[in-house]
């Protein structure tokens, strides 16, 4: 069954997004659009140069675009009564670990307060709604053995960025208890379901400190990459497979509202499928066509958990889902990308298009076949 036949609950429907001019809800736009869905945006503006939701002119699939930010309370309250939407999808955060170090409050606030604000507006409406909040996997107290996280885990982090996302989840736990209780579902019909992923990459992500961004940025100087962490173990995904997850939640909420999705959800890669920074710069540079890399770890960096993973039990038996494609051919796939986009700038949207449809023809985790790369 193809991806989109899985989400046909979803077609037409009104979508109220956060952070919809990011890396991840560009995509989300894209994948919408197909659905037919009438979006209502809500974000700040797009946040690098080159970005995504620019480069491929992504504006025009949203029926209403707001320019604001998440912590501004009563402005996302009124945008959300005037979306009366069936489904919230919040996507809106600062996603930076090492810049969480360097702005911790505005790490906090817009992760946490923001979060808040967002569950606020959706109480504040009063309509029923399916609701999903994405958090991150860093959400988890990190496990010394390095074994993987499964939902029930104890939330925690051990810097402000994963703190952040911990607390968010603390605040979705309050509000699903203190409002949108699932015994009250018939009473109240909110929906409430956190999302956890894994590291995400595609192309146009030009965020700061993200490893693909760094990687291109230095290969098309022709500089070595520098890699910080290069025995560093985190779940690699490309972008479309947690997206789909999400939507595929959201599909079934929609299609039998039931007490059973109210909880959280990790999306990750299978659990064989562990990839090092170190092999992931050595297969985006193989596909890139030339290059190499640098070991510049640092012992006095701010600490990042070494390795990461998640059990993802829960969504394969609970869903409709699982990951359509290997850790390598994510890389291999985001590599042509932003190779491809070099030689054309102009043709971002379609080259989105072009990996969407062919990951929609992928059966199974490795099977599909990767766009060549030009030399």
């Not at 595609?202 to 022709?222: C, F, M, Q, S, Y």
């Not at 079934?252 to 990790?266: D, F, H, K, L």
Request: charged share 25%.
């Amino acid at each position: 069954m193809s991806v989109v036949e899985k989400l046909e609950s979803l077609r037409g429907k009104k979508v109220f997004v956060t952070g919809h001019t990011g890396f991840k809800g560009s995509w989300l736009l894209m994948l919408l659009d197909r659905l037919g869905a009438r979006v209502t945006g809500y974000s700040r503006s797009a946040p690098t140069t080159p970005s995504l939701f620019e480069a491929a002119r992504l504006v025009d699939l949203v029926e209403t675009h707001h320019e604001a930010d998440i912590r501004d309370a009563d402005r996302l309250a009124a945008a959300v009564r005037a979306a009366d939407p069936a489904v919230v999808l919040h996507l809106a955060a600062q996603p930076l670990v090492r810049l969480s170090h360097r702005e911790p409050l505005d790490t906090f606030s817009t992760n946490v307060t923001g979060t808040a604000s967002l569950l606020d507006a959706v109480r504040l409406r009063g309509k029923p709604c399916v609701l999903i909040a994405v958090t991150s996997d860093k959400c988890y107290e990190p496990h010394a053995d390095g074994r993987p996280h499964d939902e029930d885990d104890r939330l925690g982090g051990h810097d402000p960025y994963s703190a952040s996302k911990g607390a968010a989840e603390l605040v979705a736990a309050a509000y699903r208890q203190s409002y949108f209780s699932p015994a009250r579902l018939s009473e109240h019909g909110v929906q409430l379901a956190t999302v956890r992923a894994g590291n995400v990459i595609g192309g146009g992500d030009w965020a700061e400190d993200r490893i693909i961004t760094d990687i291109v940025r230095h290969l098309t100087a022709g500089e070595p990459v520098p890699v910080r962490n290069p025995a560093a173990v985190r779940p690699w995904q490309h972008v479309l497979e947690p997206l789909t997850g999400y939507l595929t939640l959201a599909a079934a909420m929609v299609a039998e509202p039931s007490a059973q999705w109210c909880t959280g959800w990790n999306f990750g890669p299978e659990s064989e499928d562990d990839v090092t920074v170190e092999q992931l710069t050595e297969l985006f540079i193989e596909a890139w066509g030339a290059g190499r890399w640098k070991d510049v770890r640092d012992p006095r960096a701010p600490i990042e958990t070494h390795v990461l993973r998640l059990a993802i039990g829960k969504s394969l038996a609970g869903l409709p889902w699982r990951p359509r494609l290997s850790s390598r051919d994510s890389i291999l796939r985001t590599a042509t990308w932003f190779r491809s986009y070099g030689d054309n700038p102009a043709a971002a949207r379609s080259l989105c298009m072009t990996d969407i449809e062919s990951y929609d023809a992928a059966k199974s985790p490795g099977v599909a076949s990767t766009p060549g790369v030009h030399p």
